[in-house]
């Protein structure tokens, strides 16, 4: 039989999935899972490297303790954070998350740089405040810039520490805010214009493709590089066709679109969507909204008093709500998510209003992104495909078809994992295409008609 790997990393925990083909259908197997790696220390919201690296390693030789030894790993986090570091290639810390508030006073200063509508017509990259462009800046404006020789995105970094090689992925690299989507590598006059140095980073790789071998256990393997962006990774595994909708749900929720090229125009900008790469070069049309964060943070308020399955049956079962800006900026990293929540729609409000509240509002907010979509890109949606984690969730599946009117399917629940291994069977020549590999997807795992 033969393994392969996939190392998925998200914002709240990690996973090692094994993955194979038997008798035409995929298999996957979970090995390993790890969480608890982002640091608050004060003011600072940053990621604990070293704690990382250490979870992904182990991950890693817990493929020889069970005996199943991967032909090839790859790696796949969230977006748009980075490790950068100094000619003794040595980490330059801390590792800032991308919830830290550092870039909230830049935002006006890169703009007066560079206009965003000129930056949009470069990138296609939505404006949020943590995007990578932001977060360099302020590196620049700090001099801890003046120390780099090194950048990598988070996964990029994870394969460095696996292997030694230094790469730059194009999905991943993408979220940064500084490829050009046209020529779809960095756009070098941006970077000029911001004071950003140009030779800290790499030539920008594909998805499918090699790092290095596999480095420091006692079995041999290929690192390669899956579409790196864990949402890339999932929508890699969707099969909605040209006038579907994919909701790569989870800690956060993206819905979009797949497009063969950007969408550049003045109402993309105005409706603040962003055009993400893809596997083969397709784009990512999508908006991003705060999605089981919410969640997670509510169970965490409420000291996990609750499963978050008797959180959804206690929202089924309340009587009203109230709507919420999910993706408001008191939502980010609020002390305590009840109370900012409470803090919109009134101190006093019950617990299971307040949970009714959440799943009420990401509803609408996908109901509204669907009809933007319409509109801007000419399409009529005939279908949306919830993937990931959040697809278990029954009452939200079933909120989204009620605002939606749309036919939708709920899973594969593992949809980020699927499409990182199945880049490593492309690599491996196991499928000969996405559109072969997608197929394969079909047969493996069931999907469900929300009613």
Same mark, same amino acid.
């Not at 303790?65 to 790993?73: A, F, Q, R, S, Y």
């Not at 990259?125 to 995105?153: E, H, V």
């Not at 009134?346 to 509109?375: F, Q, T």
């Given at each position: ?55 992904? $390693?182990?991950? #890693? ?18 977006? #748009?954070?980075?490790?950068?570091? @100094? ?17 909230? @006073? ?37 001099? +801890? ?53 140009? @030779? ?22 290929? #690192? ?40 550049? &125009? ?15 070069? +397709?784009?990512?049309?999508? $908006? ?11 169970? $965490? ?62 509803? +609408?907010?996908?109901? @509204? ?58 690599? &491996? ?23």
């Amino acid at each position: 039989m033969t393994y392969h790997l996939a190392i998925d990393i998200g914002a709240s925990s990690g996973r090692h999935i094994l993955g194979c083909v038997e008798n035409g259908r995929l298999k996957l197997e979970e090995i390993y899972r790890f969480e608890d790696y982002l640091l608050e220390d004060g003011d600072v919201i940053s990621w604990d490297i070293h704690k990382l690296v250490r979870e992904v $390693k182990a991950g #890693v030789a817990k493929c020889a303790e069970i005996g199943k030894l991967p032909e090839t790993v790859a790696i796949d986090t969230w977006g #748009v954070d980075y490790v950068l570091l @100094d000619e003794n290639k040595r980490e330059l810390l801390p590792v800032y998350s991308y919830r830290d508030s550092r870039t909230f @006073d830049v935002l006006d200063e890169v703009a007066d740089i560079i206009p965003q509508e000129e930056l949009y017509s470069k990138t296609g990259i939505q404006k949020a405040n943590y995007n990578t462009i932001y977060q360099l800046y302020c590196d620049k404006k700090s001099g +801890r810039l003046d120390k780099a020789k090194y950048f990598m995105n988070m996964p990029d970094y994870i394969a460095y520490t696996l292997t030694g090689v230094i790469r730059n992925e194009y999905t991943e690299a993408t979220t940064t805010n500084l490829i050009n989507a046209k020529t779809k590598t960095w756009d070098g006059e941006i970077l000029d214009r911001l004071g950003i140095k140009k @030779d800290i980073f790499s030539e920008v790789s594909l998805p499918c493709t090699e790092v290095g071998d596999l480095a420091g256990f006692n079995f041999d393997s290929k #690192v390669v590089l899956a579409p790196s962006h864990d949402t890339a990774s999932a929508v890699a595994a969707c099969s909605v066709g040209d006038n579907g909708v994919y909701i790569s749900s989870g800690t956060w929720s993206l819905i979009g679109t797949e497009n063969a090229e950007p969408v550049l &125009s003045r109402e993309a900008l105005d409706a603040n969507f962003t055009n993400e790469g893809g596997i083969d070069y +397709r784009f990512r049309f999508l $908006k991003n909204y705060m999605g089981m964060w919410l969640f997670q943070n509510i169970r $965490k308020n409420l000291d996990k008093k609750y499963t978050y399955d008797e959180m959804m049956k206690l929202a089924e079962n309340s009587g009203s709500y109230e709507y919420i800006d999910t993706n408001a900026k008191e939502f980010v990293a609020p002390e305590n998510m009840i109370d900012a929540i409470r803090a919109h729609i009134g101190k006093d409000v019950p617990i299971d209003v307040v949970i009714n509240s959440v799943y009420h509002s990401l509803a +609408r907010a996908y109901a @509204d992104v669907v009809s933007e979509i319409e509109k801007i890109s000419g399409k009529t949606v005939d279908i949306i495909n919830i993937v990931g984690g959040g697809s278990k969730d029954a009452y939200l599946n079933r909120l989204t078809a009620e605002y939606t009117n749309k036919k939708v399917l709920a899973g594969p629940v593992e949809a980020t994992a699927t499409g990182n291994i199945i880049s490593q069977l492309i690599y &491996s020549n196991e499928v000969a295409s996405l559109s072969e590999a997608r197929e394969l997807v079909q047969r493996s795992f069931d999907t469900e008609e929300v009613k």
